[in-house]
Nanobody, 124 residues
Framework: QEQLVESGGGLVQPGGSLRLSCATS????????IGWFRQAPGKEREGVSC????????YYADSVKGRFTITRDNANNMVYLQMNSLKPEDTAIYYC?????????????????WGQGTRVTVSS
């Protein structure tokens, strides 16, 4: 059974760091792209970063480029999002999502499986 479970969210001060984890089950990460999305209060869901199947190419939204890093551990079926230099505007619920053969696309419509989300609050 396919499942995605996020963890690692919390409250952090501006300039701080968090690492989000996405535990995947039922997915072969050589065939499924994994994306991180976020939704802030009153805003549309937006793509943050994704990692492609097979070659592991990574992509980032301009708003997080240079601050966030996505990685995966195929052996343990885990995907991570390291978030550094956090800003108040990064406050949102963060979701990981899986899409069959999705590579380099941060369009939520391409991802068929979603986790329940983890909340990140950046505030002093």
């Amino acid at each position: 059974q396919e499942q995605l479970v996020e963890s690692g969210g919390g409250l952090v001060q501006p300039g701080g760091s968090l690492r989000l984890s996405c535990a995947t089950s039922g997915f072969d990460l050589d065939y499924y792209g994994i994306g991180w999305f976020r939704q802030a209060p009153g805003k549309e869901r937006e793509g943050v970063s994704c990692i492609s199947p097979v070659d592991g190419s990574t992509y980032y939204a301009d708003s997080v480029k240079g601050r966030f890093t996505i990685t995966r551990d195929n052996a343990n079926n885990m995907v991570y999002l390291q978030m550094n230099s956090l800003k108040p505007e990064d406050t949102a619920i963060y979701y990981c999502a899986a899409g069959s053969a999705v590579a380099g696309i941060l369009d939520a419509g391409e991802y068929g499986y979603w986790g329940q989300g983890t909340r990140v609050t950046v505030s002093s």
